[in-house]
C-alpha cells in the first residue's frame, strides 16, 4: 500500500496576522494509521519542506496520543521536514490520498492546480481520496469526468458551519467549508460538534473534524483491503 498525504504550505490566517497551518492531530493519527498497517508513506506540500503547523494544535489541551508518539518520532519529525513538491507527484504512484486538515488548505490547496489534477486522477482511477476537517475544502474545484463537481450527489462532511463559529474564523476564512459541500451539490450531513464522524461515498472519505480523522484513516485502509 502506498498512500500519499498532502499537507498545506499556507501558514498565514488570512489578515489577522496569526499564523496558521495544518493540525498536528489530523496528521498524526492518520498517519500512524497507515504506518502501523504496514503502508508506504510519502508526504508532499506545495512548496516541499517542512510544512507550517498550526500553532493552536501544538496546545497542551489538543494533544493525543497520536501527536505524542510524532514528537518522540525522529524519523516522522525528519520525514514531515522534508516533504515532497507537489507538483512532482503522480497518481499512478499511489494507491490513496489523504488530505489532512488545519485552516491553511482553504488557502493553497483548495486552489493550487496541481492538487485539484492528482484529487481527480486518483477518483477516476477508482482510488480512495481523503480529506478530514478543514481539508474537503480542497474538493471545491474538482470535477468528475463530466465537468460536474466531484462531490455532486456525494454522502460528505467536513469541518461545520458552528465548528467555525465556535472558533470564531467564520469572517476570517476564504469560504465555509461545509457551505461549499452544498453549493457544490454534496449530501451533507454532521454529527455533534467536535465528535467523530465520518462518511465513505464509494471511493470518497470524508471526516467532520480533528477528532474524525482516525476513523477517516481506518476507512481508507477498509477501502484498500
Same mark, same amino acid.
Given at each position: ?22 493540525? =498536528? ?22 512548496? !516541499?519542506?517542512?510544512?507550517? =503547523?498550526? @500553532? ?22 525528519? /520525514?514531515?521536514?522534508?516533504?515532497? +513538491? ?13 488530505? @489532512?486538515? !488545519?485552516?491553511? @488548505? ?11 489534477? /492528482? ?56 469560504? =465555509? ?12 450531513? +454532521? ?15 470524508? !471526516? ?18
Amino acid at each position: 500500500m502506498k498512500i500519499l498525504m498532502v499537507l498545506t504550505s499556507h501558514d498565514q490566517l488570512g489578515n489577522t496576522g496569526h499564523k496558521t497551518g495544518f493540525w =498536528l492531530e489530523e496528521f498524526a493519527a492518520p498517519y500512524y494509521v497507515f504506518k502501523d498497517a504496514g503502508a508506504a508513506v510519502t508526504l508532499a506540500s506545495p512548496l !516541499g519542506g517542512q510544512p507550517p =503547523l498550526d @500553532p493552536k494544535s501544538d496546545d497542551p489541551s489538543a494533544q493525543t496520543e497520536a501527536t505524542k508518539r510524532f514528537r518522540a518520532d525522529a524519523s516522522a519529525t525528519a /520525514l514531515l521536514a522534508q516533504t515532497a +513538491k507537489l507538483a512532482d507527484m503522480k497518481a499512478d504512484d499511489f494507491d490513496a490520498l489523504f488530505y @489532512p486538515g !488545519g485552516h491553511g @488548505p482553504l488557502w493553497d490547496l483548495a486552489e493550487d492546480p496541481h492538487s485539484i489534477a /492528482l484529487i481527480e486522477a486518483m477518483a477516476r482511477a477508482g482510488k480512495p481520496v481523503s480529506a478530514v476537517c478543514h481539508a474537503p475544502g480542497v474538493l471545491r474545484h474538482a470535477r468528475n469526468a463530466d465537468g460536474t463537481p466531484l462531490v455532486s450527489g456525494r454522502k460528505v462532511t467536513g469541518f461545520t458551519n458552528s465548528e467555525e463559529a465556535a472558533v470564531q474564523l467564520t469572517d476570517v476564512v476564504p469560504f =465555509l467549508v461545509e457551505d461549499m459541500l452544498k453549493a457544490n451539490g454534496g449530501i451533507y450531513s +454532521k454529527g455533534a460538534d467536535w465528535q467523530p464522524y465520518v462518511l465513505t461515498d464509494g471511493r470518497l472519505v470524508t !471526516g467532520q473534524n480533528p477528532a474524525s480523522s482516525e476513523q477517516a484513516a481506518t476507512s481508507v485502509l477498509a477501502l484498500l483491503r
